[in-house]
């Protein structure tokens, strides 16, 4: 029996884009495991975890992985294999393994701020490395975090490919005005 | 050549060139194409939109009425753009509009002299007969007629781009009392954005002379921008006009950005749409100055006061030679001054007022005065006065004309606010509460000095940044003249012949008059019945004077008048702007199936599923059109096996103590008893009682659900389901996660389905392992999946899935496999076909319209539990033989057409809608009877099974017989399903 290849949502050999001062880079692939405590189970969810949920809008580390607030009542564990989880979160929480519903990409450069802009009505001034922010970039779903000085982009899989190339659209444009100089 | 011989802010160092109506120009960078226009002796500039009268330069800024031009050729010409906000570039070509074939020859002039004939509302009083006419001949003469720019007609090359930007502190205009505010709030530390729609930075202080801080106006503006530029906590943005004010702090802005370039860099946006998210906001948008009516005010050469000293002191421009000013206001003096120290001659200072003392000038000067005429078809020759029962003529090439200011305050009408007449100032000006978040200063506030400016910018800013735990610094402000200008109000001067009101929409007095006679004179009707205020400049510089005139003639001042409210946006915006980058392929996402890459590669088109692109068919060499497709894709799966991608499909996963309590009180059906490895399909209604979705779910283990629902609602169920668990009943422990993503999920159908399957999954797969409606997790080649026995097609069938970073691999090696056993890939179409053949309803019946009775499922409906909707089902009217019930049709005759969304009537019956027995929803030809086949919903239709009734469709001329019959057409008894 042939082997399933493994692809990245955004296709075989995805290269960097890079435009002016910036560069939208993929991350390598990890597992992603979304977590749904069960009723008055999250303290015993963040223990299984070895650290604390982390609070709406924000972010924590335990040892094994990148918790993320996901929305109302839902976290994303980067870093976290389903299989390995659920048998320990049995009947404390919901497990879905997201490791290939997100794609995961960084956006670097002097230009991140500005670029990311034009993409999303989040301040940017507002996310800190304790941040994770979902909310909307061109016209999709993200959910955002600091790197440094850049953003992390974790985006919904099957539209990945179409945002990226806005993400493209929107460094080239940024790149391309920095051009024209003053006036 | 009528630039003056120094002054103006504009480089004399360097020449630009440019064209308009094809003459070769040139001017300074720094000029406005209508600085450049009038420097070159240029006055006439275009017709006006009814009259089509000679029309003339009239303001400095935003809200010309007259100079509207053509910028720019072939696919990037556009339209009704103003003079006097284009900033002066090389290689610039401009067109007059509205003249043909000149503005100096302009052959629909003949509508001047029909003027009687085109007065207020004529629409709805000439052309009336023959009433034959009106659409044949009237109307699209008047259409040709009427607009003012063409259009390029080619698509449009410029990209556009839209930005978020976010601030303490917004300060809309970058005059006298945004700049104070500005540098008040940027030296406080505040992240302050300073937005002004001109090119360069300072507003009237560019065109006064009238010292600042003991020098030129322009000076202490230029050296405040650079401070303001060296401030990282600033942000200027020039050639950018703050167009709106919305909720939550929110403005909308369009910045110019490419728009002057002929040919802007590759990516470059032409402009740039803007939403600035501020926790305060400054209004200082100045005011802008409103003329006079009187006969023959609108010939070229007449502009108003302000404009000309803009002219002469910011472009060193001279719009006449011999000027006279007419004014009823202190602030006309100063325009007086500027000619005279300008050099050019005064021919007279007319003031309407008595007993006021101008300033000696070496013109005369004349109060208690009118102008009551004026002549010069294509250009001002000469103007009429009248000073008690004196009359007198002057020979005059320009006239600057004040009657006062009106407080731009258009933004603080945005959300409901509406602006106070201030009978001292005679003007309206902006009321106490208006937009939450927003303050006034300067000008725009009806403070009308330039120290009153800088003092109310720096004390709305102050206010501002008291607001956001600042501490203002309170820095000095610089010395600036303090005179407030005195005004008495003089609206229309009594005299015969046409006044203008409304330059752009020939409006006059006379029109006011005609509506007011007429009943239409309360002021949201004038609007609509003259046109007054309704052309491309609404209405900025004759609105108040309109009012004016109309409280005149009525005996009441404007304030009792009232007037029409403000919406955005302050000044015309492209569409293309507010789209942004969202247009043509990028108008909404792209949600891709893992198997759309080996579609594409095999040629198969793409149809729209709501975002998703599905492969439609998948031709192949020989085919002559898709049916050839769609027919052998419906073989593969009847015949041999085919594979189609069902990924787009929403996928839940329920898990939690109650998570079956949840099944229960959303679905018709008991999924309570639905055991471990097993699905069963649901219909979910709504609280009234119709269909709502359906689908199938999934019981992977204790508590632990995944729920299916079509692709269309595959956010509407979370939401629901979302809803129930948070509002209806909180005391459920259960969660809920969409898993349409990360699941690839192909369907696996036919009569050799198992011998694929068995190629591919590790398990056994057999009947007595997997029967029907059987799941559970498999090997799929290596990799972790899922199998569910259920078949949409009516044929033995599986789905199976793998973590959609596999699904491109499986697609592959399902077809594959599904090609060696006499089989292949099928799509969108011939899954249609596939599921009217066996009578399964999707969206297309489930509209949202139909009831679970009407769909058939009746017996799905619990009778022994409570549910989303069983009450409402339950309603009388909703049950019974009156409805339409799901039914099968096919043509009487064979080879005739069936077609979607045609109507049923009985035989003989009147095709009225009173006479309606139903509507067909779904159709297709069935490769395996041969002939069209369709779904639908009949009166009664499950008891009328063998009539033959007609299917009518009007607008597309049809009305053929067809025959009831049970929705089931192929293999009715599901034989095939359980093998």
């Known amino acids: 029996m042939a082997d399933l290849r493994h692809l990245s949502p955004l296709g075989p050999g995805f290269a960097a884009l890079q435009a002016g001062r910036c560069t939208l880079a993929e991350r390598p692939h990890r597992a992603k495991t979304g977590l749904r405590p069960f009723r008055g189970r999250a303290a015993a969810l963040s223990e299984v975890l070895g650290g604390p949920l982390p609070a709406p ?51 670097t450069g002097p230009d991140a701020e500005a670029v990311l802009a034009r993409l999303c009505p989040l301040d940017a001034r507002s996310l800190t490395p304790a941040s994770a922010a979902p909310t909307e970039l061109a016209h999709s779903r993200a959910l955002i975090t600091r790197e440094g000085e850049g953003f992390g982009l974790l985006l919904p899989r099957s539209s990945a490919a179409w945002t990226v190339h806005e993400i493209g659209a929107a460094m080239r444009s940024i790149a391309a005005q920095q051009g024209l100089g003053a006036g | 050549m009528s630039r003056l011989a120094s002054g103006g802010l504009v480089d004399r160092s360097r020449r630009l060139s440019f064209t308009f109506d094809g003459r070769r120009l040139s001017g300074h960078p720094g000029d406005t194409l209508a600085s450049a226009l009038l420097a070159n002796g240029v006055r006439l500039v275009g017709r006006s939109f009814k009259y089509h009268r000679p029309r003339g330069i009239f303001s400095a800024g935003s809200e010309e009425p007259n100079a509207l031009m053509e910028i720019g050729v072939g696919a990037r010409r556009t339209p009704n753009t103003r003079a006097t906000r284009v900033m002066l570039t090389e290689g610039l070509v401009a067109r007059s509009q509205n003249a043909w074939p000149s503005p100096a020859f302009d052959l629909m002039a003949v509508n001047d002299l029909a003027a009687p004939l085109l007065g207020a509302g004529f629409y709805y009083k000439t052309f009336m007969w023959p009433k034959s006419f ?18 390029a007609g080619q698509d449009d090359p410029d990209v556009y781009d839209q930005a978020f930007a976010h601030a303490d502190l917004l300060v809309i205009g970058a005059g006298p009392a945004g700049l104070m505010a500005a540098l008040e709030a940027g030296e406080a530390g505040a992240r302050v954005i300073l937005a002004d729609e ?157 007993g006021v003392s101008p300033p000696t000038l070496s013109g005369r000067v004349i109060t208690g005065a009118v102008v009551t005429d004026t002549a010069g078809r294509r250009g001002l020759t000469g103007l009429t006065l009248r000073a008690g029962s004196r009359t007198e003529q002057l020979a005059v090439d320009c006239l600057a004309v004040s009657g006062g200011w009106n407080p731009t305050l258009h933004l603080t009408a945005h959300l409901g606010g509406r602006p106070e007449w201030d009978p001292g100032l005679a003007a309206f000006v902006p009321s106490a509460a208006h937009v939450p978040g927003l303050r006034v200063a300067g000008a725009a506030a009806g403070v009308f000095t330039t120290a ?32 407030p200008p005195r005004l008495t109000p003089l609206w ?84 293309a702007a507010l789209a942004g980058r969202h247009a043509r392929g990028a108008f909404q996402p792209v949600r891709e199936a893992p198997s759309n890459a080996l579609a594409r590669a095999r040629g198969a088109p793409m149809i729209e599923a709501g975002l998703w692109k599905r492969a439609a068919y998948f031709p192949q060499a020989g085919d002559t059109s898709w049916r050839d497709a769609c027919d052998r894709e419906v073989g593969f799966v009847r015949e041999a096996v085919g594979v189609s991608d069902v990924s787009t499909l929403g996928k839940i996963e329920i898990t939690g103590p109650d998570a079956a309590a949840l ?192 769909c058939g499922f009746a017996k799905m409906m619990s009778s022994k539990k409570d549910y989303i909707g069983r009450a409402g089902a339950a309603r009388p009217g909703l049950n019974g033989p009156e409805r339409a019930q799901l039914v099968g049709v096919k043509p009487v005759d064979p080879g005739a057409k069936l077609l979607a969304g045609a109507k049923f009537l009985n035989r003989g019956a009147e ?51 067809v025959e009831i019959c049970a929705p089931h057409f192929v293999d009715p008894e599901g034989e095939r399903l359980r093998g």
Request: hydrophobic content about 45%; charged content about 20%; proline content about 5%.
């Open chain 1, 57 to 107: 809008q924000g972010r924590a580390e335990t040892p094994h992985a990148t918790l993320l607030w996901s929305g109302r009542g839902a976290w994303l564990a980067l870093g976290a294999e389903a299989a390995a989880l659920a048998p320990r979160l049995h009947g404390l929480a919901g497990v879905t393994d997201e490791s290939d519903a997100w794609a995961e990409l960084i956006l």
């Open chain 2, 134 to 151: 009106w659409e044949r001949v009237y109307e699209p003469l008047i259409r040709r007629a009427a607009g003012l720019g063409r259009l």
């Open chain 2, 198 to 354: 001109d090119f360069t930075l300072g507003g009237r202080l560019n065109a006064e002379t009238a010292p600042l801080a003991g020098a030129a106006p322009h000076a202490w503006a230029a050296h405040t921008v650079a401070r303001l530029s060296a401030m990282p906590n600033v942000t200027l943005m020039p050639r950018t006009t703050v167009f709106g004010a919305y909720d939550g702090g929110m403005y909308g802005a369009v910045q110019e950005v490419a728009g002057h370039l002929a040919a802007p860099p590759e990516g470059c946006p032409r402009e740039t749409h803007w939403r600035i998210r501020a926790q305060a906001a400054v209004l200082c948008a100045g005011a802008i100055e409103r003329p006079v009516a009187f006969p023959g005010n609108d010939r070229p050469g007449v502009m108003l006061a302000s404009a000309l000293r803009s002219y002469i002191t910011r472009f060193g421009v001279a719009p006449g030679q011999r000027v006279a000013v007419f004014t009823n206001n202190d602030d006309g003096w100063r325009t007086a001054q500027a000619v005279e120290a300008a050099g050019l001659t005064l021919a007279a200072l007319i003031d309407s007022r008595e």
């Open chain 2, 452 to 483: 009153g400016a800088l003092a109310g910018g720096q004390a709305a800013a102050a206010e501002a940044l008291a607001e956001l735990g600042r501490t203002a610094p309170g820095l000095p402000l610089p010395e600036a003249e303090d005179m």
């Open chain 2, 492 to 575: 229309a001067v009594p005299a015969r012949g046409r006044a203008w009101v409304d330059l752009q929409n020939d409006v006059t007095t006379k029109d006011i008059a005609t509506a007011r006679d007429e009943a239409f004179g309360a002021p949201e009707h004038l609007k609509r019945y003259t046109t007054l205020g309704m052309a491309t400049d609404q209405g900025k510089t004759g609105n108040v004077l309109a009012l004016g005139v109309l409280g005149a003639l009525t005996g009441r001042g404007p304030e009792e008048v009232g007037t029409t409210t403000f919406r955005p946006p302050y000044t015309p915006v492209t569409l």
């Open chain 2, 663 to 854: 099944l229960d009180r959303v679905y018709t059906g008991t999924f309570s008893t639905l055991a471990p490895g097993r699905v069963r399909y649901g219909v979910m209604l709504r609280e009234d009682g119709f269909v709502f979705d359906d689908g199938t779910t999934a019981c992977l283990g204790p508590g632990h659900y995944v729920m299916t629902t079509t692709t269309a609602n595959a956010g509407p169920v979370l939401r629901h389901l979302e809803f129930c668990l948070q509002v209806l009943w909180p005391e459920l422990d259960a969660v809920c996660a969409s898993v349409t993503e990360g699941w690839a999920q192909f369907a696996v159908a036919g009569p050799k389905g198992r011998a694929l399957l068995e190629r591919v999954v590790a398990e056994d797969v057999s009947d007595a392992a997997f029967p029907f409606m059987a799941c559970g997790s498999v090997s799929v080649a290596g990799v972790p999946g899922r199998l569910f026995r259920i078949s949409f097609s009516g044929e033995r069938a599986w789905e199976i899935a793998v973590p959609s970073g596999h699904g491109d691999a499986l697609a592959r090696l399902l077809a594959e496999e599904a090609e060696a056993l006499g089989g292949g890939l099928y799509g969108m179409e011939a899954l249609n076909v596939l599921r009217i053949e066996k009578g399964h309803v999707t969206g297309a019946e489930l509209h949202g319209r139909t009831t679970a009775f009407d």
């Open chain 2, 911 to 961: 095709a009225v809608a009173a006479e309606e027995q139903g509507d067909l929803t779904s159709v297709c030809h069935s490769p395996v009877l041969g002939h069209m086949i369709g779904l639908g919903f009949v009166v009664n239709g499950r008891a009328r099974r063998g009539e033959v009734i007609r299917m009518v469709d009007l607008l597309r001329g049809a009305d053929i017989e």
